[in-house]
């Protein structure tokens, strides 16, 4: 069963920074690109950032370029989405879910991480 | 950047009937790039529909995705309580992999 769990949302100030984590399980982690998808409160869904298996493609939504870095460690079967700069805006359920092999729709997701953005 | 435009923004509907959901995209996003998903209160989204036609697995037959280019519909043959829920186009040809803004299937 393929299991999806994130981490590391919580209340930040503006400007600030926040890690998320994903540990992922239950599949071959390195045949599947990774993604992060967000949803802020009572809106739709946006999609943020992608990294393919070997990390050789990563993708960002104009949004939050230059601001947020993705990464994944194939060692530890895990994701990250390293948040700088951090505005109201990104308030939002952030999902990690697994992409389809060398494609984009998503497959699996998580159960989201809350981040909300505040002084 | 590839804007999504779905429509009826709501459809209220009866359960047994059929519902017929639009996503229309500003460029061509190639016949197979565009899936569609379902979301309930709550909950995260689910992968219905990948390929423009393609059901994910364990998805019931009575969802359908068609279409190609810049128009797509899913269709829901007979609408059963558990598909009361907002649905969502995303197409992933181009970055940014966008979603549309929503369908929301509600009880008439």
């Given at each position: 069963e393929v299991q999806l769990v994130e981490s590391g949302g919580g209340l930040v100030k503006p400007g600030g920074s926040l890690r998320l984590s994903c540990a992922a399980s239950?599949?071959?982690?390195?045949t599947y690109s990774l993604n992060w998808v967000r949803q802020a409160p009572g809106k739709g869904l946006e999609w943020v950032s992608s990294i393919s298996g070997s990390s050789g493609y990563i993708f960002y939504a104009d949004s939050v370029k230059g601001r947020f870095t993705i990464s994944r460690d194939n060692a530890k079967n895990s994701l990250h989405l390293q948040m700088n700069?951090?505005?109201?805006?990104?308030?939002a359920v952030y999902y990690c879910a697994r992409g389809g092999s060398g494609n984009v729709y998503l497959i699996d997701w998580g159960q989201g991480t809350l981040v909300t953005v505040s002084s | 950047e590839i804007v999504l435009t779905q429509s009826p923004g709501t459809l209220s509907l009866s359960p047994g009937e059929r519902a017929t959901l639009s996503c229309r995209a500003s460029q061509n996003v190639g016949s197979t790039y565009l899936a569609w998903y379902q979301q309930k209160p709550g909950q995260a989204p689910r992968l219905?529909?990948?390929?423009?036609?393609s059901r994910a697995t364990g998805i019931p037959d009575r969802f359908s995705g068609s279409g190609s280019g810049t128009d797509f519909t899913l269709a829901i043959s007979r609408l059963e309580p558990e598909d009361f829920a907002v649905y969502y186009c995303q197409q992933?040809?181009?970055?940014?992999f966008t979603f549309g803004p929503g369908t929301k299937v509600d009880i008439k």
């Open positions: 239950g599949f071959t982690f390195t700069s951090l505005r109201g805006e990104d308030t | 219905l529909i990948y390929g423009a036609s992933y040809g181009n970055s940014p």
